[in-house]
T-cell receptor, first 114, second 113 residues
């Protein structure tokens, strides 16, 4: 029983393409997040959603568009992929959006843009 | 501006000894801290946390110490085991109620048998 799952695990694509990463959590949590881990291994927040509503948009380019069809899913669509988008993307969830909640992470999606 | 810093990229320890991982922060608004452990090709998993009203929190082999005046926290693992070999991140909620976690850059712990 995977708590937070992401698909695909690996994604290799050409510059300029559009791609999506899917995330699902079966924990009944209200809040979901997308994080990016870059080549220097920093984990940085991109977005958070609470009950399908956007809460945090951390100055991410407009080419990145999150979509939350329901509170168990938070997908990430990326348009016009660039070389600098190559990274590992982690989805996470937490019971609520208050800061003292433990966040549960998915296994990550390694995106490589050629 | 890196508000959470882990200045040691790596640490190597013998099995059975103590591992001490350090973390410094600059934002005095942080009032809660978490440690996450990450194995290769997996997502981070929560390990232990501490509220700023405490200076110590213990869970089995893991203890986190918080020194607010120094804006410093440390994770002690005693005794260290080879299975503890992983990347350890400290993190703090971003000073708002929205749950944004600000992570340090991680420390790679290697525990040798």
């Amino acid at each position: 029983d995977t708590a937070v799952s992401q698909t695909p695990k690996y994604l290799v694509t050409q510059m300029g393409n559009d791609k999506s990463i899917k995330c699902e959590q079966n924990l009944g949590h209200d809040t979901m997040y997308w994080y990016k881990q870059d080549s220097k291994k920093f984990l940085k927040i991109m977005f958070s959603y609470n009950n399908k509503e956007l809460i945090i948009n951390e100055t991410v380019p407009n080419r990145f568009s999150p979509k939350s069809p329901d509170k168990a899913h938070l997908n990430l669509h990326i348009n016009s992929l660039e070389l600098g988008d190559s990274a590992v993307y982690f989805c996470a969830s937490s019971p609520t959006m208050t800061g003292d909640n433990e966040q549960f992470f998915g296994p990550g999606t390694r995106l490589t843009v050629l | 501006d890196q508000q959470v810093k882990q200045n040691s990229p790596s640490l190597s320890v013998q099995e059975g000894r103590i591992s001490i991982l350090n973390c410094d922060y600059t934002n005095s608004m942080f009032d809660y801290f978490l440690w996450y452990k990450k194995y290769p090709a997996e997502g981070p998993t929560f390990l232990i946390s501490i509220s700023s009203i405490k200076d110590k929190n213990e869970d089995g082999r893991f203890t986190v110490f918080l020194n607010k005046s120094a804006k410093h926290l440390s994770l002690h693992i005693v005794p260290s085991q080879p299975g503890d070999s992983a990347v350890y991140f400290c993190a703090a909620p971003g000073g708002t109620s929205y749950g944004k976690l600000t992570f340090g850059q991680g420390t790679i712990l290697t525990v040798h048998p």
